[in-house]
């Protein structure tokens, strides 16, 4: 008995730096978003007076001012749209491109797989400028769901590698028995592979979700009506209006509205998006 409590003392004393380092980094990482927050509910005299003291109330009328008279609510609603477009697009052509490069081989199968793989380590910035002149030609700029296409594509060659090792991890015997009962290669892959792999592919779509919503260069260039800009650009641009303005109270309120979607679809998805990058998406 005394062995064990000894045991397990040392295993906790070992642990103590590691608690410590992790506190540390919580502290590090989570008081940004907590003051950031503050802020968003303080009057701009608090802020200009002492940006560390706590709220007297809660200026409810800075996320007012934010939604109306900052325009985020219309920068809201084209991101949702934006986005949502996307995150369709990517999974109507990712899926199966994915399911297909790890079920079948064929000749240019391992060289489609290996581009895909280069092309992650290539970034929408790089090329801007091409892509902006070839969507000009084709009047396709200022496009809400041309941008969201760009988006997509972008995203395909991550996405399609996560899913192909997800594809990958499920053995082949689900396809025979499918094959045997009469499904079509479709089929198999709609009603068979689609659900066993659907932890993979809601992961892969909820890590694209987070990169469209935050994207910022490529909106910037493509989308040139105000109308129709996004959530990251609204809020660019709301700053620089806050230099010249004071109502700071407003601009943090904006801020806490560009952070809210992610962090809550996190919070309550965190525990899938890290297993399911650890049992497959990473293997392929």
Not at 36 to 47: G, Y
Not at 116 to 136: H, K, N, R, W
Not at 158 to 185: C, H, N, Q, R
Not at 201 to 220: C, D, K, Q, R, S
Request: with cysteine; hydrophobic share 55%; proline share 5%.
């Amino acid at each position: 008995m005394n062995i064990q409590k000894k045991s397990k003392r040392a295993e906790f004393m070992r642990r103590i730096p590691v608690r410590f380092f992790l506190l540390i980094y919580t502290v590090i990482i989570g008081f940004p978003l907590v003051w950031t927050i503050m802020m968003s509910f303080k009057t701009n005299t608090e802020i200009l007076t002492d940006p560390w003291k706590l709220p007297s109330g809660f200026a409810v009328e800075n996320y007012v001012n934010a939604f109306t008279k900052a325009k985020m609510a219309d920068y809201f609603l084209n991101s949702v749209l934006v986005v949502i477009l996307s995150v369709a697009v990517l999974a109507l052509v990712a899926v199966p491109a994915a399911y297909v490069l790890s079920r079948y081989v064929f000749k240019g199968s391992r060289l489609i797989q290996n581009m895909y793989m280069a092309c992650i380590f290539v970034q929408g910035t790089y090329l801007m400028v091409p892509l902006f002149l070839e969507m000009m030609d084709f009047h396709m700029l200022d496009n809400r769901f041309w941008i969201s296409v760009v988006y997509a594509v972008m995203q395909f060659p991550f996405t399609i590698f996560l899913l192909t090792g997800f594809f990958g991890e499920i053995p082949k015997e689900y396809d025979e028995a499918a094959k045997v009962d009469g499904s079509s290669p479709f089929q198999t892959m709609f009603w068979v592979m689609i659900p066993m792999a659907k932890s993979g592919i809601v992961t892969a779509l909820m890590l694209a979700f987070m990169g469209f919503w935050n994207e910022y260069p490529l909106a910037l260039i493509l989308l040139q009506s105000d109308e129709k800009k996004t959530l990251p650009i609204g809020l660019a641009n709301l700053f620089e209006v806050q230099k010249y303005a004071t109502d700071w109270g407003a601009l943090f309120a904006a801020l806490v509205i560009v952070m809210l979607p992610t962090a809550i679809i996190y919070a309550f998805t965190h525990k899938r998006l890290t297993s399911g990058l650890s049992i497959g998406g990473l293997k392929g």
